[in-house]
């Protein structure tokens, strides 16, 4: 996220994936150069026994629009030649519930309607790790109907690790909810009330959908 240190670790090795103990620096650099991200070595960004160093990044107050991988290189010098290495980083921008269809929903007597929505990021991205999404009737509604969600009861935690440039996103940005008809006789139309609320490291937000329950 914007203003939120990230810390980038590298482990170095030899040709034959053995562990180098003596310290050796490692360079990084920023494969775009963007206003505000700042890079710094922890240290001298030498090695330690383990062959481990660490970086940290900040990244930019906002992110550009368009652009939220941030590619993050490193080198070193091994064998009378550069050893390089690389990996990327997705910068995230503040939440946002979007794509809510249909919106208003109908819910048939002794039936279910499913609502699509999605959870994401100004550059439609996936939120940070420890995002939650929880989605719950309003008021009365409760006595009514009934509301599940497909979004993952841990919340994306490890599930955006190890996302690169060009994955498909959908699984951890687009979700449905549905509603199901309890038993109870209505003589009338009713209006109903669902929120979306999304506790997440990019913000906060909620987004009220609304229905209406037909009576038979």
């Known amino acids: ?22 310290p050796q620096p490692i360079y990084f650099s920023l494969d775009e150069n963007l206003d505000g991200a700042i890079m710094n070595d922890s240290d001298d960004g030498s090695t330690d026994d383990r062959g481990m160093t660490t970086v940290a990044y900040w990244p930019p107050d906002q992110v550009p629009a368009g652009n939220s991988w941030i590619k993050i290189k490193g080198r ?13 980083a997705l910068i995230t921008d503040l939440s ?6 249909p919106d ?3 819910l048939p007597s002794g039936g279910t309607a499913v609502v699509d929505y999605s959870v994401e990021d100004a550059n439609g991205m996936p939120l940070a790790s420890g995002t939650q999404v929880s989605v719950s009737l309003v008021g009365d509604a409760d006595t009514l109907a009934s ?8 919340g994306l935690n490890d599930l955006t690790k190890g996302i690169q ?19 109870g006789v209505i003589n009338n139309d009713i209006d109903i ?6 506790v997440s490291p990019n913000g906060d937000v909620t987004r009220t959908v609304t229905g209406t329950v037909q009576s038979p």
């Open 1 to 22: 996220n914007p203003e939120e240190q990230v810390d980038v670790y590298a482990q170095l090795g030899d040709k034959y994936y053995n562990i180098i103990v003596e």
């Open 76 to 88: 070193t010098n091994g064998d009378g030649e550069v050893v390089r290495d690389s990996c990327y």
């Open 96 to 101: 946002r519930i979007v794509n809510v269809d």
């Open 104 to 106: 208003p929903f109908t």
């Open 147 to 154: 509301v599940t969600t497909d979004f993952p009861e841990g």
């Open 165 to 183: 440039p060009g994955d498909d996103f959908s699984s951890l940005t687009d979700y449905t909810f549905t509603i199901t008809r309890d038993e």
């Open 193 to 198: 009330s669902v929120k979306i609320e999304v």
